[in-house]
């Protein structure tokens, strides 16, 4: 039998004690790593909502692991609103993601240059209302993506979790000819002051869907089956099993062996 979601993350949990990680979700980033090579060539990493720090972890291991000799050494920046354990190598920044200061404080510890990758694992504390979960798991990964066009150099790469286990991996940012980036939330911010307005290439509403609720059915759930096997919705044209038995029960395999 399969192992149950919670049997994995108990190993995962207990992976990560033992390899040192401050959470399993390190796991995560070392895993989209190994599919899409996120760390290659990167000097400049920022971990946007990086309480209580695996994946800052993974950063600084990672990232120094394949440094070569002459380069110099990389700098991470590690932001959230709580406070976090130091880690070695890593700069923190006590802050909100939604704040233009919090933007300039990133780039200032990189010397006015701009990020070569952008990483978020951040997610608010869940109610059991899916619908509400989602759609503010949507606003927090749409902060992280403001901020971001604002610290992640042309090229760059942007990965954060969408829902749940879910994540989106952005590579090569390529904004649009004269965007000019904006800390404004078009969710939350129904006025804006002269100069900063919604308009040209940075006028881009994205519609918001909730998919579920408490009534729907839980992907890591495992449901029984009706008692009542119920015929297909549409039976195949010409079964390729149909021959087989036709054969059967004629004998033939019999007559052959």
Known sequence: ?????????????????????????????????????????????????????????????????????????????????QAMAPLEGVIQIQGDITKVSTAEQIVSHFEGELADLVVCDGAPDVTGLHDMDEYIQAQLLLSALNITTNILKPGGTFVAKIFREAFIVCQNYTPPKDYKPTMIDPLLDLSYSSGNELLGPNRVIVPFIACGDLNGFDSDMTYPLEKKSLDPLQPPISAPYRTAINLKQNNFYNKIS
């Not at 040192?20 to 070392?30: E, I």
């Not at 895993?31 to 909502?49: H, K, M, S, T």
């Not at 800052?56 to 990389?74: C, M, T």
Request: net charge positive; glycine share 4%.
């Open 1 to 81: 039998m399969g192992k149950s979601s919670k049997d994995k993350r108990d190993i995962y949990y207990r992976l990560a004690k033992e390899q040192g990680w401050r959470a399993r979700s390190a796991f995560k980033l070392l895993q989209i790593d190994e599919e899409f090579n996120i760390f290659e060539g990167v000097q400049r990493a920022v971990d946007l909502c990086a309480a209580p720090g695996s994946w800052s972890q993974v950063l600084s291991k990672k990232l120094n692991e394949i440094r070569p000799e002459d380069a110099p050494l990389p700098k991470i920046v590690a932001v959230d609103l």
